[in-house]
Each structure stands twice: as structure tokens, then as C-alpha cells.
């Protein structure tokens, strides 16, 4: 008994204080082609605290048997190009969405947030209309998911099913808030805020209620694919294992060096490139630009690193 209240107490206090160490962030810091640092706003959280906002269980989520049918591709490798940024790309200069970094606040709504930033730049690349689409509408009213998590599958349904109404009629409800930053006068909470109640009708009067939908939805899978798909056609949704190091990533291309499964994370992947002769994706998160690298991150490509070369999923906007 007495073992079992002391593995208690123990197993309480971890949960409540950082896991980043030290020693951890120096030994990452020898053998990455990432930088870590005790500094990332992610550093100072608990382990309870980190879990809550990785909002996807990415072995059901890839496996889905409710994912869209697969996009099938039949191209010449030399038709994109070996890096791509398409926040420098004037084919899509309108689209300011591309370059937006949002905040799911104290919420596991990764998931919605994902699929709402990718929905938004493939709305913009299809239409020319620079009007950011609504996560709390996907969060809130899509029954794809909660603050609890969700699946991308689902996301993905519903914009196609269903849509999604602008960010300028249904703004994200929930604060924006520093994760972990020393002094911070706008810290999130230590808990879980509840999930948003569906809004019914713009919260700014002056807009209207207007649903924008997909016409088709569908997944990617695999290092060619992905380029093609999104040098071609804009951004998407992924989805990656998430471990005990990535709490401390600040800047270089991420791969998993030590640590522990902690959960599954949702963000909007926006392209691809080489650093250091080290192939990466370009990914956008959603806990605000004082994370990483102003918000955005490099994952390493081309071996399926924390699975995120498993299934990426995407669609084509309905031309208004």
C-alpha cells in the first residue's frame, strides 16, 4: 500500500511540473539537425498540460475507414521543383491565409485547426477571395471532434458535406494565449477550456452566414505525392507522432531523438525544402507565433519521420 501511495504522489508531481530537462535538450543539441532549447515556450509545460493539446490519434486516424478514397498520381518527378514555399509564391500573393499562424488555445482542437487553415488556402487558390474560413465553426459544430480531439477524416467530411462559414463571421471563441512564457501576461489556463457551442449566425452582424464547401476531398500518401500535390494545388493537413523532445524545438529540421510517446498532433503542411542538406516539410502549428520558429516548423522528409508521409488530407474548393 504504502508503494503504491508513494508511485501515486510521484506519478502527480510529474504531471504537474516540466519534463524537459537539461541534460536532454544538450544531448539533442549534439546529435540533431534541430536546435533545442529550455527557452521554447513548450519547455516549461507538464506533461498532463502537453497532452491536452495533441488532439489526434494518428494510428486510427491514418487507418480510418471513414478517410476519403486515395489520389492516385501519374507524373513525371521533374514537374515540381525541388524546394517550394508557397508563402513566396506569387501565383497565390492574395492569399494571406497561407501565412497565417493561429492559436487553438487551452483546447485539443489541433485537428480543427489544421483542416480550417488548409480548407482556407485552397479556398483563396480556387476562388482569389482572401477570407480565412471559420475553426470554430469545424470545432464546434462539424461532430468531428472537440477540445477533446478529433479526426481529420471527419474535418474533411464536413467541409465537403456541409462547409465552412469565414473567420470574419464566426471567430475562434476561445482566447489566444502564451503557452509557458516567463512573465507572460496573457499565460493559458492549466485546464482544459470546454469546447465551443455551435454559433448559428455570424457573430459580427455585419457579415453573412455563407457556407463555403469542397467539392472533392481526398488523401495523399507518400514523399513524390505530397510534393506534387502541394506544389500543385496548396497546402493540406497532416498528421505526426508526437514525442517527449519535440516540446523544446526551436528552429532546424525536427526528428525524433529521445523521449517518450506523448500523443498525435494535427497541423496544416504548407511545403518542402532542404536545410543542411537534410530534406524537410514545411509545417504550420497552431499555438501562436512565439512557438518554434514564429510558429511554423521543419519536420524531416523523405523517411516517413514520426509518420508523417502516412496519409495527408486535402481537397478542392467549390468555385463560387
Known sequence: MKLLLAFAV???????????TLANVRAINRNASWVASLT????????????????VDV???WADPNNPPERKYHYARAEVPDEFDPRR?????????????????????????????????????VNGKDRPLSAEDMTACSGAGSCNGG???????????KGLVTEACCK???????????????????????????????????????????DTVYTVKGEANMMNELYNFGPCEGAFTVYEDFVTYTSGVYHHVSGSYEGGHAIKILGYGVENGVKYWLCANSW???????????????????????TIWCGTAHKD
Not at 41 to 52: D, L, N, Y
Not at 151 to 161: D, E, G, I, Q, V
Not at 181 to 206: H, V, W
Open 59 to 61: 494510428h486510427k486516424a
Open 151 to 161: 479526426y481529420p477524416s471527419s474535418a474533411y467530411s464536413y467541409w465537403h458535406s
Open 89 to 125: 509564391d506569387s501565383r497565390w500573393s492574395t492569399c494571406t491565409s497561407i501565412s497565417q499562424i493561429r492559436d487553438q488555445s487551452s483546447c485539443g482542437s489541433c485537428w480543427a485547426f489544421g483542416a480550417a487553415s488548409a480548407m482556407s488556402d485552397r479556398d483563396c487558390i
Open 10 to 20: 510521484f506519478a502527480a508531481i510529474a504531471a504537474a511540473h516540466p519534463f524537459a
Open 40 to 55: 521554447s515556450p513548450m519547455a516549461g509545460i507538464s506533461r498532463e498540460e502537453f497532452r491536452m493539446l495533441l488532439g
Open 172 to 214: 475562434y471563441s476561445l482566447p489566444s494565449c502564451d503557452h509557458h512564457i516567463p512573465g507572460s501576461k496573457n499565460p493559458c489556463p492549466s485546464s482544459m477550456y470546454p469546447t465551443p457551442k455551435c454559433p448559428t449566425k455570424c457573430s459580427d452582424t455585419t457579415q453573412e452566414w455563407v457556407k463555403h464547401k469542397a
Open 288 to 310: 501562436n507565433e512565439h512557438w518554434g520558429d514564429k510558429g511554423y516548423f521543419k519536420i524531416k522528409r523523405g523517411n516517413n519521420e514520426c509518420g508523417i508521409e502516412n
